[in-house]
């Protein structure tokens, strides 16, 4: 069973930069992967997307800020984040994008967006 590990994330100012990197056991080859997050409080919610033919899909809320990647020769998910915003605050992690293919749930990143 494939295991995802995230790391990247940090505490950064309003309007600053974060790379998240997710790190797959094994392949996902055939799977759409995602970045999720999850505020205090609040569900974990899907933010972006990718297929396996590189084909993103992004929430509204970070459509023209974040950018999702995958590398499927060394199993790697990346988000790259720009202009943070403080209600981007959460931990991020990396999972299947269709319920029915998630796997346990790795640690997670924290992101803290100061304004």
């Known amino acids: 069973q494939v295991m995802f590990a995230e790391s990247g994330g940090g505490l950064v100012q309003s309007g600053g930069s974060l790379r998240l990197s997710c790190a797959a056991s094994g392949t996902f080859k055939g799977y759409t992967i995602g970045w999720y997050t999850q505020a205090p409080g609040k569900q974990r919610e899907l933010v972006a997307a990718i297929t396996e033919q590189h084909t993103t899909m992004y929430t509204d809320s970070v459509k023209g800020r974040f950018t999702i990647s995958r590398d499927n020769g060394q199993n790697k998910l990346h988000l790259q984040m720009n202009n943070l915003r403080p209600a981007d605050t959460g931990v991020y992690y990396c999972?299947?994008?269709?319920?029915?293919?998630?796997?346990?749930w790795g640690p997670g990143t924290q992101v803290t967006v100061s304004s």
């Open positions: 999972n299947a994008e269709n319920p029915d293919d998630w796997v346990p």
